[in-house]
Each structure stands twice: as C-alpha cells, then as structure tokens.
C-alpha cells in the first residue's frame, strides 16, 4: 500500500477506534454510578474498581490514586489528560487524527468531530464529578452517535470507510470481551443478600450496552447471567456482541483485499475467520464448561493480534531504525 494510503488508512482506523472507546467508556461510566445510587452503601466502594479493569489501565490509576471511588474513577476515565484512555483523550486522538486527513474526510465529519472536541472542553471536571457524570457522558454518547451517524452519509463507503468500520468494530469487540469477563465474575462474587447476585446489577451490564430491551424481546425471562453472557458474545445480530463486532471486522477486511469466503489474503483475515467459526458454533454451555475466563482472555488476545497484524499489513510503510 502507497505511504499516502497507508497514513490515511491508519488514521481512519483509529478515529474509529478512539470514538468508539470514548462511547465505550462513557456508557459505562453512566451506567455504573447509576447502579450505585440504588445500591446499599455496603457495597458501593466494591464495585467501581472493576471499571479500571475493563479500562486495561489498573497500574496508572493505582499510581495516581488510593482507592476506587465514584470520585476517582469518574476523574480518571472521563477527564485526566495522563490517561490515553480517558473520553477527553480518545475524542482529543480522534480529531488529531482526523484533522491529518481533512483532505480525504468530509466536511461535516471534521466539523462534528472538531465540535465534539470544544464541547467537551467546556465541561468542568469539577463541577461534572459533583453532579455526577450523566450530563457529561449523555453528550458524548449521543455525539458519538452522530459522528457516526455523519460519516456513514457522507464519506463514500471505498476502502477508507472499511478501515473505519473495521477500527470501531475491533474496539467494541474487546469492549464486550472485557465487560463480560470482568463483571460477571465481579457480580457473581458480589451477591445480593438472599444470595445470589441482584438482577439489578445484571440489568445495569445491559443498559451499559444498549441491551436491555433486546435480552427482554429474546429470552422472554427473567434475566439470568448465563443468558447476558451468551448475548453479548454469542448473539449474530445484536449490534455490541463480539459475534456481530467480530463479523464485521471480517466484512471490512475482506472488501479491502478483494478475498472471498473461505479463503484469506493475511494473518488478519485468518484470525478473524478462525474467531468467527468458533463464535457461530460454539455454544454457550460449551464455553462455561471450558472456562468463561480462560476463553475470553484467550480471545482478547487474539482480538488484539488482528489489530496488530492489520497494522503490519497496512499501515507499516516506513521501516524505523
């Protein structure tokens, strides 16, 4: 791929990926303090170190902060600056991003992605951490919703689309992935006083996705965390599980290079296709039984080779001595 793509490509790329983590973050971030209003102050401090986890950020956080509170945790994944994974930062990388390619990107992307970015830099931490974070996380989401919303109808769908496409569904995929590994084993080791874990909490894991109605519209039933498990990882057509993030992934890198089913043209696309056979045939009590944790830490791994081996594939144009 020319130097001038692959910038380009790259570029696209994690636009995608930092907008779709900025969403990521503030839907859960929302979610959570939510939950934690409803619940007793017993059990309050418990629950919002796991937030860090799914962040992958525990050693920073630990290094600026004693404890895992509403007040820290809120600081340091929405505002800190020092965090790469804060919503400011991922919104800050993203226009940067964008800004390098503002020739190949439309107008009304840079214009709502540029706006996003001094929206959020009229936000006041001080003041949003002692309201709370839904104000500021509420405008995020929604901006999130309609960068995206702008660049699917305004960019042409060619093969810089694809590597967005591919950016935000690869991050949503591990998105899912971490959120599934962490707060299952947290909730389940936290139980509610009759002694199993409150549907409550388990509800607030589907809002944080956007999967409450739909678990209702599917199971019909009470919610049970065999049965979230098995949608945000299993399910082909709900639009944050990691079957359906991982299948477009596939789409996108097999309209780059042109390769049909049942064949690949790079590590990438093979992994991909090896993540997704198992994904659509795999059932969930097959993955239980196995072990939740071993399966999804092994498919975090793999989740993030692909990511690595689409930048080698693509991205790599200069050799650094």
Not at 37 to 51: A, T, V
Not at 311 to 320: C, G, I, K, L
Request: hydrophobic share 40%; charged share 25%.
């Amino acid at each position: 791929m020319p130097e001038m793509l692959s910038r380009i490509a790259d570029s696209l790329f994690w636009i995608g990926r930092y907008m779709e983590r900025a969403e990521d973050t503030a839907r859960i971030l929302d979610v959570n303090y939510h939950m934690m209003l409803e619940q007793s102050n017993q059990s309050y401090r418990l629950r919002w170190e796991p937030l860090i986890v799914m962040a992958g950020e525990e050693r920073p956080f630990q290094k600026l902060y004693k404890e895992a509170t509403a007040h820290t945790v809120f600081e340091f994944l929405a505002f800190r600056p020092d965090n790469p994974s804060s919503v400011v930062q991922c919104i800050s990388q993203a226009r940067e991003n964008a800004r390098t390619i503002r020739e190949r990107i439309s107008r009304e992307m840079w214009e709502d992605i540029n706006g996003l970015y001094h929206m959020i830099g009229r936000f006041t931490p001080a003041e949003e951490i002692a309201a709370g974070p839904h104000r500021f996380c509420d405008a995020v989401k929604f901006a999130c919703h309609r960068f995206r919303g702008v660049t699917d109808a305004t960019l042409p769908h060619d093969e810089g689309w694809q590597f967005l496409r591919i950016g935000w569904s690869l991050e949503r995929a591990e998105a899912a992935a971490r959120l599934v590994d962490v707060q299952y084993h947290n909730l389940l080791e936290i139980p509610s006083a009759g002694g199993t874990p409150d549907n409550h909490q388990w509800m607030a894991v589907l809002k944080s996705v956007g999967a409450y109605e739909a678990y209702h519209r599917q199971y019909h039933s009470p919610i049970r965390p065999e049965k979230v498990a098995e949608m945000l990882i299993l399910s082909p057509q709900h639009p944050r599980s990691i079957r359906f993030s991982a299948t477009e992934v596939q789409s996108g890198l097999r309209a780059i290079s042109g390769t049909g089913p049942g064949s690949y043209a790079n590590e990438a696309e093979r992994l991909t296709g090896k993540v997704l056979e198992g994904l659509r045939y795999d059932t969930i009590d097959e993955i239980f039984a196995r072990g939740l944790h071993p399966y999804l830490s092994e498919l975090l791994r793999t989740l993030c080779s692909i990511g690595d081996d689409i930048a080698r594939t693509y991205f790599y144009y200069a050799v650094v001595a």
